[in-house]
């Protein structure tokens, strides 16, 4: 297992005060666990951090309902637990990322850059996947009931050759066991 140097810790009420003093960049971060920050873990929900880079950060439970990462750097960020429903993750990169349970029920995910990100039972319901990029991806378990897919984008709305698929259901309400890539899936229907 690779080393990913050293660890900077940091609390959502640190990351809040140094994003709001202009500070961008936390990239590399782990965000502490509620229980040891004994802090609100709803202190992040519906805040602006529009912009903010956290790629290889470590969000494990961080919960961001409603708030604002339009153009968000998450490359190769680690999410485990996390809750980011209603939240606007439009022209944000996620690539090669990893989202574990994670719900992103109704997230804007507009022209979103998933290139290579792996998606471990993730809720999309009602999401706007509109113009996202999820090309060589992993979805495993994702729900994808109800999400908005722009008609005019390859693979039933969604830009994402050579990602595999299983035990899914797609916004049209196909299930697919899997695994396969969606080239599989065009060819059986």
Known sequence: MMSRGPVMYI???QLLDRYNAGERNFAGITMLHSSRA???????????????ILS???????RLRGANLCGA???GAYMHQAALPDADLSDADLTGAVLRDVCL???????????????????????DLTDADLSDSILCQVGFSRAKIAES?????????NAVLWQMRMADGTYIEGPQTVEDTRKSF
């Open 38 to 52: 004994k802090e609100n873990i709803s202190l992040l929900c519906g805040v602006d951090l529009s912009n903010i």
């Open 105 to 127: 029920n109704r997230a804007n995910l507009t022209r979103a850059k998933l290139i290579g990100a792996q998606l471990i039972r993730t809720e999309l319901l009602g999401a």
């Open 153 to 161: 984008n390859q693979s039933q709305g969604i830009y994402c050759p």
């Open 56 to 62: 290889g950060a470590y969000l494990n439970q961080i």
């Open 73 to 75: 750097k998450l490359v």
């Open 11 to 13: 609390s959502r009420q």
